[in-house]
């Protein structure tokens, strides 16, 4: 079976006089760099509506790129009988609500055991629907709500709907430090520039857009609310790393255990075992890809996160008493 690859972007203009393959790994850090070179020589990128098989043609910025090929299925994923705790379904699309610790798609490290073998159990008619109809993901320790598209038509319409920022997603999350108040992180994300597996802030990456608002504060550490308007692995994480409010419990981006000063012992204990990063994908909102239908979702922030939250606020009012 091949899956449909179909990106279109615009070529930033701080790849001004980079080469062509060289430009294609900054702006689609998803895919290898030799995957993206046999893309370009067999013919399967456009520049500007016009093919270009010159992998070391040099770049100006501003130029339309438009991908469009068929990948065949490296592997053949197994449906596996993995619970889903499903919150809407109907012929078209199907949202989850993710447990921590499930990958959504297999990969290196993880064959199987994911978000998509499960779908394949549930629902076989997605093994058509490229990627078995996941259209966004959520890292493996990042909980709450996704929409998996159950037809190719649904997929089509979801990731336009995506790419045109039409899809709401807001998180809730305990991020070290204390804010003072809401924001927006406005930096372009892409490859980390000498560690593979991690994503940074880098003037080279895509266009990143992370909305934040403060919801509550404790001595040393703040709960919030967060918007997405661009959608870029591990958007959320990168961004408060950067204004430097890494998500607590976050393995990869400096979010290691920071108790205040005579923090109270569980309070201590709590933080230093919370081994993954604070986020919840609590709402999701979009038109139904069929019906047009406007559509929302919650999912109730986990055990792990409101034990976290009550404890954080029982020592802040425990200190104010002092």
Known sequence: MAEIIQHKDIV????????????????????????LKEWILAGHVKVNGHVLTKAREKMYGGESIVIETEVEAEERFEPQNIPLNIVYEDDDILVINKPAGLVVHPGAGNPDGTVLNALLHHCPEVAVVPRAGIVHRLDKDTTGLMVVAK?????????ESLQAREITREYEAIANGVMTAGGIVDEPIGRHATKRTHMAVTMSGRPSVTHYRVMEKFRLHTRLRLRLETGRTHQIRVHMAHITHP??????????PR?????????????????????HAAMLSLFHP???????????????????TNVLREDTELNEQL
């Open 247 to 256: 998500l607590v419990g976050d393995p990869v981006y400096g979010g290691r």
């Open 151 to 159: 037809t190719i038509a649904a997929q089509t319409h979801l990731v």
């Open 259 to 279: 108790p205040p000063k005579n923090a109270t012992p569980e309070l201590r204990e709590l933080l230093k075992s919370f081994k993954r990063q604070a986020l």
């Open 290 to 308: 069929i019906t047009g239908e406007e559509m929302t979702w919650y999912a109730d922030v986990p055990e792990d996160m409101v034990k976290l």
């Open 12 to 35: 930033p203009e701080t790849c001004l006089g980079k080469r062509f393959d060289q430009t294609l790994a900054q702006m689609f850090p998803e895919y290898s760099r030799s995957r």
